[in-house]
Each structure stands twice: as structure tokens, then as C-alpha cells.
């Protein structure tokens, strides 16, 4: 199974921390986002990776060498980082995933694994949402009709109608990836629209037919690193557990 993580971003709401390390490299409680997420990644039985790099690309590619020598995986570089967005960044790993079915996750996301067991599985075409905690205008969130098919998607989407917030990791069948590819292709390439959130090829494809599910997860922890806030936080919510074991010793991986 293949997952594409984008880790382009050059994260100015983390400046000191993300003056010379990427997002992505982040330690929480002592283990970088990154490694958390392949790491949990290859547990849940991916075995093939895309990683979008950008800002500080280098050391994301030196530390997931160092950490995984023998992973499967395909570096997709954004040069244009600093003027895009993750639409942008995504649509250039069209060449490495248009035609599979994926996973799809931010760098910047900490979750459990359990979220991504609950995504499998459902089954493809269905998206994480976290239906506890706070909702806010800056927060992506999703609408649903009563068997959790989304309707709509974005941080335009009134809190008050909104089955949850979107945590940034979905699940797409191969068809789907095609149709998404199609319109990040039209969205990006052809309007132009390179500084957009992927979410609104999410939204276009749904509007053209596209089925997708919002899986709550519940209690389930998933939170994304925006903030020098979100980063306190979540070390000061995992720290609390027992330490992460980074170790995938039962996951065979390419030779």
C-alpha cells in the first residue's frame, strides 16, 4: 500500500523552532513527527512512500535514510515552496501515485495509529474527522449527510452545520486518486491556482460525483503542529504516555 506525506513547508508560525529544521523533523516528546508517521505507517502495512519535500529538503531526505535505510520511497521536490501550497505540492507527486490508491497525510500531523487502523479498515475513499473538541474558522471541517458522506469541505464550511474538523489524512481507491488528479491538474496547472489548499480538489470532485466517508475518530488523538502552541501541546499530551517505539522490525521492507 502506498502513502504520500507532504512535508514542503517552510512553517513561519514555528519560527525559532523551524529556523533550521523542517516542520516535519519536529521532535515530540523526543521522536520527530516524521519518524512518528512512518514509523505507524509501515505498522498499519504501508510499504511504498511518497514524501513532498521543499524547504530544508536535504536533511528530511538525510533523516529518513538514517532512520529506514532499505524504505521504499520516492522524494518529490517543490522548489516553488515558499509561493505554493500543499494543492501544488501534491499535484507533483501525480507522476508517483496518480493511478494507485494512497493514503494521504500532512507532514505535520501527530496521530495514533489507531486512527489510520480505523481508516483502513472503512476502506478507501474516506477521510479522518474528529468530531470532539472545539471548532473555529481557521480549523478545515466537514459536512455530512446521515451515512457520513461528505458534502463539503474547507474552513468555509459554518461550524454550526460542520460534522467535524478534518485532521489531514485520507484514504483514496485508485479511481478516486485519478479523478483527483484530474482536478488538481485543471485546478493547478490550468487556472493557475497554486496557492490553494488541496482541499478544494477534494470539494470539486465531490461536487462531480465523487463519493467520500468522514470517519470520526472520536477520542482518537490526531492534531496538526501549525503552532508554537500546537507543539507544546502536543509534547506535553504525548510525554504524558509511554515513550513511542520506533522500532518496525516485524515490517519487511524493500530491499
Known amino acids: 500500500m502506498k502513502a504520500v506525506i507532504l512535508a514542503a513547508g517552510c512553517a513561519t508560525r514555528l519560527r525559532p523552532y523551524s529556523d533550521d529544521t523542517p516542520k516535519t523533523l519536529l521532535p515530540v516528546a523526543g521522536v520527530p513527527i516524521l519518524r512518528r508517521t512512518l514509523t505507524s505507517l509501515l505498522r498499519a502495512g504501508f510499504d511504498q512512500f511518497v514524501i513532498g519535500t521543499g524547504y530544508l529538503e536535504h536533511m528530511v531526505r538525510d533523516a529518513v535514510a538514517s532512520w529506514f535505510p532499505s524504505l521504499d520511497v520516492t ?40 486512527v489510520v487502523e480505523e481508516l483502513v479498515d472503512r476502506g478507501p475513499d474516506c477521510l479522518a474527522v474528529r468530531s470532539v473538541g472545539g471548532l473555529g474558522l481557521e480549523e478545515v471541517k466537514v459536512t455530512a449527510d446521515r451515512q457520513d458522506r461528505v458534502l463539503a469541505i474547507g474552513k468555509h464550511v459554518p461550524v454550526r452545520s460542520a460534522m467535524g474538523e478534518s485532521v489531514g489524512i485520507e484514504l483514496f481507491s485508485a479511481a478516486t486518486s485519478r479523478r483527483l488528479f484530474d482536478a488538481l491538474h485543471s485546478r493547478v496547472h490550468d487556472q493557475g ?6 482541499e478544494a480538489a477534494f470539494q470539486q470532485i465531490l461536487d462531480e460525483g465523487a463519493t467520500l466517508y468522514g470517519v470520526d475518530i472520536g477520542s482518537k488523538y490526531a492534531s496538526e503542529i501549525d503552532t508554537i502552541d500546537d507543539l ?13 517505539d520506533t522500532r518496525v522490525s516485524s515490517v519487511r521492507l524493500a530491499v
Open 75 to 114: 522524494f518529490v521536490s517543490n522548489p516553488d515552496f515558499r509561493t505554493t501550497n500543499n494543492a501544488y505540492s501534491l499535484w507533483l507527486c501525480r507522476e508517483a501515485c496518480a493511478n494507485d490508491g494512497f493514503i494521504l497525510l500532512d507532514g505535520d500531523v501527530v496521530f495514533d495509529l489507531a
Open 193 to 198: 491556482l497554486v496557492n490553494e489548499y488541496y
Open 232 to 244: 507544546m501541546a502536543a509534547n506535553a499530551r504525548l510525554s504524558a504516555r509511554p515513550a513511542f
